[in-house]
C-alpha cells in the first residue's frame, strides 16, 4: 500500500521532523563548545539506542564523504559505507543550504530497495563551519509507525482493512442476488411480450437500479478504505464514501420516484401524491448534499 503510506506520511511530515530533530539534538549539539569531532562520531550510537527503529545512522563530513560506517541493527546493512561519496544526495544539498535538520520526502534505498526517509542534523564548530553531517535512515514503514500509531499498517489499520474488505464482498454478494433476481424476475415472460406484467417490470428494474447503487457503493468503501486510493482524513478531500453513498441513494429513489409516477399513472392515479412525497425527499437529500459539499470546499479553501 504505497501510495496509502506516501500520503499518510506527508500529513505527518511536520510532526515527524520534529520529533527526529528533539531526538538528534538531545544527544547531539549543533554546536561544539569544546567538544571533539571524535566525541560526537561516538555519541551515534546514543541515537541509535534512541531510535531503535532507524535502519541505518551514520556521519558525513562536509564535503559529503562517509566518515563512519553504519550503525545498523541489520547485519547486511552494519559496519560497511564509510569513504562513500554521498555528496550528490538531496539531503546533503538541503542540509547544507538550509543549516538545520531536515527530513526528506521518502525515496528507495539504494542497500536495501525500501523506500526510506533521512533525516539529517548538521554539526558545527565554534567558528560556526560545518563539521558534519549526522544522517538517520527509517523505513516509511517504521516512521509511520513510530509517528501516526494509527497509520494503515498498524494492527488496527490492518483489522480495519480485513473488516472493510469483508463488508465490500458481502454486499457485493447481496447485489449479485438482487441483479440475477432482477434478471430472473423480467426473463420470466419470456419471449411472449403480451404477457408482461407491468409490476413485474418495475420490481424488475427496481432490483437492478439498487442492484447498481450498492455495487457503486462497494466501489467506494473498496478503493478508499482498503486500497487507500482516496484519504478520508486529508484536508483536501472530501470522505468520498459517505458522498458516494448518498449519491447512491439518492439515484436509488430517485428512479424509484420515477417508475412510482408511470406506476400510479397507469394503475392509481390517486396515489400519484405517494411519488410527489418520494420526490420531494429526494430533492432534500440533493440539497442537504450540496450544502456539506460546499461547507467542505469552504473549509479546504480556508485550510490552504
Not at 33 to 42: H, I, K, Q, R, W
Not at 111 to 133: H, R
Not at 249 to 263: G, N
Amino acid at each position: 500500500m504505497v501510495i496509502k503510506e506516501i500520503q499518510e506520511y506527508a500529513q505527518i511530515r511536520t510532526k515527524a521532523r520534529a520529533y527526529l530533530c528533539y531526538i538528534l539534538s538531545r544527544n547531539i549539539s549543533h554546536n561544539l563548545d569544546g567538544a571533539s569531532l571524535e566525541s560526537v562520531l561516538n555519541n551515534i550510537k546514543k541515537i541509535k539506542q534512541s531510535l531503535p527503529q532507524s535502519e541505518v545512522i551514520y556521519a558525513i563530513d562536509k564535503n559529503g564523504i562517509q566518515l563512519t560506517d553504519n550503525y545498523s541493527a541489520n547485519p547486511k546493512l552494519n559496519s560497511i559505507g564509510k569513504g562513500e561519496d554521498r555528496s550528490n544526495r538531496a539531503y546533503y544539498y538541503r542540509t547544507i543550504n538550509e543549516h538545520r535538520c531536515i527530513l526528506t520526502d521518502p525515496y528507495p534505498s539504494l542497500v536495501s530497495n525500501e523506500l526510506v526517509v533521512t533525516s539529517t542534523f548538521p554539526v558545527y564548530d565554534q567558528e560556526n563551519n560545518l563539521l558534519c553531517i549526522i544522517c538517520v535512515d527509517i523505513t516509511l514503514h517504521d516512521i509511520l509507525k513510530m509517528v501516526h500509531p494509527s497509520s494503515v499498517d498498524s494492527n488496527f489499520g490492518t483489522l480495519s482493512k480485513v473488516v472493510y474488505g469483508a463488508f465490500s464482498v458481502a454486499l457485493f454478494a447481496v447485489a449479485l442476488l438482487l441483479f440475477i433476481e432482477g434478471i430472473i424476475s423480467f426473463m420470466a415472460f419470456g419471449m411472449d411480450f403480451t404477457k408482461i406484467d407491468i409490476n413485474e417490470v418495475f420490481k424488475s428494474t427496481i432490483l437492478l437500479t439498487l442492484s447498481l447503487a450498492i455495487v457503486d457503493l462497494v466501489k467506494a468503501i473498496f478503493e478508499e478504505e482498503v486500497l487507500g486510493v482516496k484519504n478520508k482524513n486529508s484536508s483536501t478531500d472530501t470522505h468520498q464514501t459517505m458522498v458516494r453513498f448518498l449519491g447512491s441513494i439518492i439515484i436509488a429513489l430517485s428512479i424509484e420516484a420515477l417508475m412510482l409516477v408511470f406506476k400510479f399513472a397507469l394503475t392509481d392515479p390517486s396515489k400519484l401524491l405517494y411519488a410527489v412525497y418520494l420526490i420531494g425527499g429526494v430533492t432534500a437529500l440533493i440539497i442537504a448534499l450540496s450544502v456539506y459539499l460546499n461547507a467542505n470546499n469552504k473549509s479546504n479553501n480556508k485550510s490552504k
